[in-house]
């Protein structure tokens, strides 16, 4: 038996373009929220999943569920790279499948990413599937995509409404020495667009100083927008202007001091003192940094601005976290940012282009220890720096010089993370999981092993959902922006209300001596609805009497150790039943209903005959194809020995013939089988045993 889930619709569409706009059949991804699943013993979850428009390479993520409050600053991994903070955790990454268009199924094992049985509960499932057999669409082909990528994709109206065409502004990236402010442009694109008409590119114009972030648009307002800029004395100055159509904006001199917000930048002047970037939370506030991106000074914070009136909220101290003396000893530098933010459900991830180091973090969180949610650094060969044996630097994560470049983070509705990954050959980006887990690096169809500068997930259930990146890696084909489908979900393998039970022996018609080792084998599921805990303890009860009476023969037994060796009592009655309960709530039980079996009194033997009948447990255990097993017969008869999985199958007869009285050996290959618990049971007339095997692989 296997575990079954309602079909999960993954449905990935890739965008038509017609002879004047960019005009894609709606991306989704049907999957719903609470998954009934039927769990029967420990087995391989199958989930069918229907991929709809193109082929796709789906990779599955299990976590656990509500258990965010137990896991306290927990570190792991090589390096201690992986850091997580009351954060539900990946236990399982898939590898990433091939699926078709059509009906798929993606396999489960019901282990962790070590290989052991994870406990029966609730669990959070991710899909993440993106078309890796079509090649990039243009949506924009004269918008630039900057090395950099400080662009912005804004999905949102000033009432909070989706836009049912999303918004393009573009990036810039510009330094200068002179004192004096100049003058630079900021371009927009409304996706859907015809991609090759540059008439279509709205721009503005307004002055400022060194420059690397992304425009943020003032949504309550939509016409307004905020930048950021470094002057050379190092003051950051944080600026609201109205956005004029093809034309100059204005700055708005009723926000902040007179216009702008300003910040004293502990670093020293250049062009990478310009890295500061620029994020914000609705109509709540603005954040961006005061870092040192040369590795000068010991400052790494956030600052948190008003975006109502530009007056400062407060500053979050990052410098534990991102100065790193022994990068700065070891040939790198001690401190390198971050360089970017995004931010999406409360959340912030904050990342450099020129360190291994990735962060989310709760920025409402009431003190320092609830801060950090998860890091990923160095160690686990996702995003990391200097790992290769021939590293010049080994293990520095605060490396500009070193690849992987990730330019810029992007984070799509579930929380799922993709970076570019530049200088890593034909990889085009990576990803890490909700946690911070690296799940691995994907390549586009057709890459190659050129530049990779950025991507922008969006999935808030426009037409336009999708992978939105530069093609710089094909020359002069990669100007501009491009698409590629891609589809995510989210889901709950929910909590179950109900454990059932099957016994498998015995089964009704078994003749049982008092005094001799029977081996009860039950089989045992449990059916998923909802988030109520049931408890996986069970109790195994007899009655000689056709269930009027019962008596407790074992107690606190885990629900999958599915046998228990029970001396027969001594009674003599053929109304004999079995009856197996859960614990804490007996309306979950299963018993041999009407199949009665017999005991009957310990009979006498001669003084030259065995005294009893026995199987011993098979030698060795756990095995490896082969396991030899031994029993003992009082009397001569017919043998036979059966091979039981333990969803009560019969799968192979060992023996069925005549033996004498004394003791005999049979040898099992399981050579053919999977690895797993089986059950050998041997009867001899009135005679019957188990043993329970567990077949290694």
């Not at 530069?470 to 891609?486: C, E, F, R």
């Not at 015995?506 to 049982?512: K, T, V, Y």
């Not at 060795?620 to 009560?648: D, L, R, S, Y």
């Amino acid at each position: 038996m296997k575990f079954y889930i309602f079909p999960i619709v993954l449905i990935l569409t890739v965008f038509q373009v017609n002879a004047a706009d960019f005009s894609p059949t709606r991306l989704t991804l049907d999957a719903p929220y609470m998954l009934e699943l039927f769990y029967e013993g420990r087995r391989p979850v199958e989930i069918p999943v229907t991929v709809s428009g193109t082929p796709a390479s789906v990779t599955l993520l299990i976590f656990t569920n509500n258990l965010a409050t137990s896991i306290r600053k927990t570190q792991n991994g090589h390096l201690g790279w992986h850091y997580v903070n009351k954060i539900d955790t990946c236990i399982y990454i898939s590898s990433p499948q091939q699926c078709n268009i059509g009906q798929n199924t993606l396999v489960w094992s019901g282990k962790d990413q070590d290989g052991v049985w994870v406990p029966f509960g609730t669990y959070t499932y991710y899909l993440f599937g993106f078309d890796n057999k079509s090649s990039k669409t243009p949506v924009a082909e004269h918008m630039p995509f900057l090395w950099d990528d400080t662009s912005n994709i804004v999905t949102y109206d000033e009432q909070g409404y989706p836009l049912s065409n999303p918004r393009i502004y573009s990036g810039v990236n510009e330094w200068k020495t002179q004192q004096e402010p100049w003058e630079r442009i900021r371009r927009m694109w409304v996706i859907g667009y015809d991609p090759g008409d540059e008439t279509l590119i709205e721009t503005t114009l307004y002055s400022g100083w060194n420059e690397h972030c992304r425009i943020i648009p003032l949504i309550p307002e939509f016409g307004r927008f905020f930048i950021s800029t470094i002057d050379n004395d190092l003051i950051g100055h944080l600026q609201q202007y109205e956005w004029v159509p093809n034309g100059e904006a204005e700055l708005q001199t009723d926000w902040g001091d007179n216009g702008e917000f300003l910040w004293e930048v502990y670093s020293t002047p250049g062009e990478w003192s310009a890295f500061q970037p620029l994020e914000y939370k609705e109509d709540s506030y603005l954040v961006t940094t005061n870092t040192d991106f040369k590795g000068v000074s010991d400052v790494s914070e956030l600052v948190f601005v008003d975006i109502g009136n530009g007056e400062e909220i407060k500053r979050i101290d990052l410098s534990k976290w991102w100065i790193r003396y022994e990068d700065g000893n070891s040939g790198g530098q001690k401190s390198s940012g971050p360089t970017d933010i995004i931010m999406k459900h409360d959340r912030m991830v904050l990342s450099s282009h020129s360190s291994c180091l990735t962060m989310m973090i709760d920025p409402y969180a009431e003190n320092d220890d609830d801060l950090v949610l998860w890091i990923n650094g160095n160690g686990d060969y996702i995003g990391d720096k200097n790992f290769s044996e021939d590293s010049t630097k080994p293990w520095v994560c605060h490396d500009y010089e070193a690849a992987s470049f990730t330019y810029t983070i992007s984070l799509d509705e579930n929380l799922i993370s993709m970076f570019p990954a530049d200088g890593l050959g034909v990889n085009s980006f990576g990803l890490y999981a909700p946690d911070g887990s690296g799940i691995g690096y994907f390549s586009f169809a057709n890459e190659t092993a050129g530049n990779k500068f950025g991507q922008h997930i969006i999935n808030y259930g426009s037409a336009f959902d999708g992978i939105y990146c530069d093609n710089a890696a094909l020359g002069d084909q990669g100007k501009g922006w491009w698409y590629v489908a891609s589809d995510t979900a989210t889901g709950i393998i929910g909590g179950h209300t109900g454990i059932n039970f099957r016994v498998v022996t015995p089964n009704g018609g078994e003749i049982l001596e008092s005094g001799s080792v029977y081996t009860i084998i039950w089989n045992a599921w449990i059916v998923i609805k909802s988030s109520n805990q049931t408890d996986g303890y069970m109790q195994i009860e007899f009655s000689s009497d056709s269930g009027e009476n019962w008596m407790t023969i074992a107690k606190n037994l885990d629900l999958y150790s599915e046998s228990y060796s029970w001396t027969v009592p001594s009674v003599e009655s053929v109304r004999c039943l079995i009856k197996i309960s859960n614990m804490n709530n007996p309306a979950y039980y299963a018993d041999t209903s009407e199949n009665f079996f017999t005991i009957t009194k310990k009979t006498s033997v001669d003084d030259n005959t065995p005294a009893s009948f026995k199987v011993s447990q098979n030698s060795p255990n756990p095995f490896n194809p082969a396991t030899t097993i031994t029993f003992t017969t009082p009397e001569a008869g017919t043998v036979t020995a059966e091979i039981f999985n333990t969803a009560g199958q019969k799968v192979e007869m060992l023996t069925s013939g005549f033996f004498e009285a004394g003791s005999h050996t049979l040898t099992w290959n399981a050579v053919d089988y999977p690895a797993g618990i089986y059950f050998c049971t041997v009867k001899c007339g009135k005679f019957s045993d188990s043993v329970k095997m567990t077949l290694l692989r």
